[in-house]
């Protein structure tokens, strides 16, 4: 089965930067893409990244260009989600996801959600 775990969230001062991982397991990687999401208090779940996996290719949501990167360890079979800059606006919980539909940012599009990582911003 395919299994999703991020990490790397947590609490940090407006201005800061994290960074998230999401470690794979349980299916072969290349060619899918995987996404990032945030979903803040209150608000939907929205799409922020994507990459395709033992590839180049990436794509982001307008809101976060600039100050968010996503990238990959094929060795490791992780992507990260490089996130400087922090604002009081990033506070949510982290999650990737793995594309199964055709929608590049689109949570609709995605599964094999992982539990979520935290990110909190003071």
């Known amino acids: 089965d395919v299994q999703l775990v991020e990490s790397g969230g947590g609490s940090v001062q407006a201005g800061g930067s994290l960074r998230l991982s999401c470690q794979a397991s349980?299916?072969?990687?290349?060619?899918?893409?995987m996404g990032w999401f945030r979903q803040a208090p209150g608000k939907e779940r929205e799409g922020l990244a994507a990459i395709l996996t033992g590839a180049t290719s990436t794509v982001y949501a307008d809101s976060v260009k600039g100050r968010f990167t996503i990238s990959q360890d094929n060795a490791k079979n992780k992507v990260y989600l490089q996130i400087n800059d922090l604002k009081t606006e990033d506070i949510g919980m982290y999650s990737c996801a793995l594309r199964l539909g055709t929608c590049l940012l689109s949570p609709a599009s995605f599964g094999y959600w992982g539990q979520g990582t935290q990110v909190t911003v003071s």
């Open positions: 349980g299916y072969t990687r290349n060619w899918r893409y």
